[in-house]
Structures are given as structure tokens and as C-alpha cells.
């Protein structure tokens, strides 16, 4: 069975300096991978190059088995990404801004309009969808960039530090919102909260210096830390 | 999907206060001109009738207006379009375009085409103010609509221009100041050479002014064509670049 998402020997940057260099992983359906590492350590980049904003310099990336390139954006459509700063037009309105995010992402009056309706139910923000996303706190803009995300039902989620810079209830509240919105497709996380990844991931990669430190399964029992304290030595094992 | 983004652009344009202060603006300035050049024209017009000159409203009024409108469209639409590309890679929102089924291009269009759609009102209410006049003097109805047309035109290859550039950097502050460097540049470039200067032909007044007066020369249009096109295509290969495609 061909992978979801595949990234083989992905490099990313100039030669001299490369900001990634010959990372390798899959997810198949159902999958839910973290990305862990120090900052810098090249998680965000990785991510873009997943989610085909950004081309790699070397390797490739394939989605349904076809190379992600400018020569087939379509297969962005099986891609919903959520950035470290919520992609959302501060002086337009939670709807509107949902639906530019659906018309760019292909979709048409109804099915728009029902999948508007969906996530603003599911993200619990059909209480403010007339404010303008100016005015949003940081938790309800982190939830309407996690609407812009899922609106058109994607096969991979891919989301950078989703619960950075909430508080501990919003942490919770998102973390929850996760949880269930992935519960249909694949889900690629990059963060730095240990918690996150224990609670919403079976697997893990450690990137340290732009390169895949180890890769390890994730169970409750599983010590993130120890492995986190220790990536270099722990390359290519297991848990 | 060129004209959803086009129309994307163009209300994310007339959402912001910029919009409003600027059409606010071009109102004032037009209504202004046009009365000025009325009231010259109206001054000397007995006299020229008197004279037998063949010079009407079209060459006293409308061209003059029309040339003002020139000057204040490359004031406004820097302004407009700073924030085209070099806004969404400074707010993060780059991410959601590059992230969608959409291509380069497409993109390049919509932004371009939207923009134009934004200066639409500004350049329509200066057009419609001065065919106003046609109620109280004889103009020469094929000769405004040329002009018109062309005032139209120059505002989408204004668009492309000033695209291109927002395309180039990641503040729009920085793409304004560009915007406004290249864009006097080009507008003092005719006076700052002879016309037999090699760069005379990038020259814009040279390339504007005869089909504002009415007349439409292929030289002009080579000029137009040629520029916008090579700014669209600069700016696909910026948004490329991005990418680390290119």
C-alpha cells in the first residue's frame, strides 16, 4: 500500500548551510507523527516542505505516490496546514476569512457553505464568526486557523506548534479540538511540549541540527524526555 | 480562480481604512482640477472662439485633468499595492496561498487583476466627473473614450508594475519606497535625457500622454504590453523563488 505522505533524502537550503539535510519519513492513514527537536533544529522548515510551500533542494516529496511540485498543485488539496502564525486577514471576518480559505482551497457555494458551518460548529466558533479576526483572542484565532486547516476535509493535517503561546486552558481546549478533528485523517505535528506529543501522537522524529536524530513509537509509558535529552546517540533506533 | 482572487484582492483592499482615505482623496483632487481647468477654460474661451482656434474642453480640460490623473493614480496605487505580496509574506499569510491548490501564476494574475479592480473607483470618478462635461461643452466623444480607455490601461499595467515590485520583499513599507523610487524615475526619466537616449524609450509621459490627447500610437502599446508583461512574469518567478523553485 503506497504511503500517504512520503519525504525521502528531503535536503532543504544552500549547499554550504543547509537548513535540512537527507530526511526520510512516511504516513500512512490514520498515522499521527510528531516532529520534536530544539529550535532551529529545522521542524518548521520540514513542515512547509510537506505541506509543498516550499520546494526541496534535494530528495522529494510525494503525496498518494505523485511528487509534490508547482506541476501538480492540485494535490495540495489533500493537505490542510495550520503555520506558527495564523494565515487569517485581520480586518476581515471569522466567515469570510473561512471562506477564502475554502475557495482557495477549491471548494463552491453549498459545499462551501456546509463546510463552513461544520468547522465554525466544531471549532465552537459560530459564536463569533461576525467579529473580524483583529479582534480575536489567541486561543479563538489558534481555532480559526485550525477551521482554515480542516475546512476542506484534507487527508494530512499538518500543524506548526498549534498550542504555542496559549495558556493552560487553551492548551487543553485546543489539545481536545485536535484530537478529535484528526480522529478522520493523518496528523503531522511539530512543537516543543512534551504533552502534546504523548497526547496526540503514536510516533515521533527528533531533528536536531536540520537532520532526523532518531525516530521512536510513542506510548503512555514512553520517556519523551530522556529520548529529547539524548537524540544524537539514539539515531535510527527504536523504542 | 484568477477572478476569486481578483475579487479577493480587491475586497481585502476596500476592507482597509487605505481604500476609503485614498478614493476620499482622488475625489477632492479631481473635483478640484476639473473646476480649475473650467474655469480657465471658460476664462479664455470667448477669446479663442474669437480667434477661430480649433482648441476645445478636450484639449484644455479633459487632457490636462486626465494627465493629473495620471500623476495621482502613481501616488495612489503604490499604496494599494504594497501590501499585495510583500503584506502576506510579512503577516505569515503567504503560507495559506503557497499551501493551496493554486499556481504561481494564477496568483500573479488574480493579485494584478485585483488591484486593478481597487483603482476602478478612483479612476471612474474622475472619468464620469469630466464626461460631466460633455452636458455644458462639444467634446469630442471618440477622442475622451481613447483617453479613457487608455487612463483604464495604464491603471491594470500599474498594477503589474507595482506587483512585480511588492513581489521582491517582505515589507511593504519597503515595497512602497521601491514602488515610488521606480515609479519617478520613470515618470522624470524623459526630462532627465535627450530623446535620442538609449533608456528614453522607458520614458513613461512620452508613452501616455499621446493617447490621453487621443491619440493611439503601436509604439505605445509595444511599451505597455511589453512592461506588464515582463513584470508578470518577474513576479511568478519571484513567487518561485519563495517556493526555492527557481
Redesign the interface.
Known sequence: MKPLLLARQVSYGPARNPRLIDIDLQLAAGDRLALLGTNGAGKSTLLQLLAGILAPAGGEVRVLGQRLDEAAPALRRHIGFLPQRVPAYTELSVTENLQWAGRLRGLRQRALQTAIERVLQALQLDKVRARLAGSLSQGMLQRLGLAQAVLHEPDILILDEPTAGLDPLQTEQIRELLGTLSANCSLILATHLLDDVQRLCDRVILLDGGRKAAEHTVTADTDLLAHFRRPMSDAGAGA | MIG?IAL?ES??LR??MMFWLLLAFGQLIIAWLSFAQLETFAGIAPQLKASGATLGAMDLVITPTFNSLVLLLLLCAPLLAMGSLAGEVH??????????????TQIVLGKALGLWLATLPLLLSGILTLAALGFAADLDWPRFALAATSLLLFGLWLGCITLFLSSLFDHPAAALAASYGILLFLWLLDSLSGTDAPWYWFALLPHIEPSLSGLLRSQDIVFFVATAGAALLLSSYAL?RR???A
Open positions: 476569486a479577493h475586497r481585502r476592507a482597509g503577516s505569515g499569510r503567504i503560507a495559506l496561498w503557497l499551501s493551496s491548490p493554486v499556481s504561481g518561485a517556493r526555492g523553485d
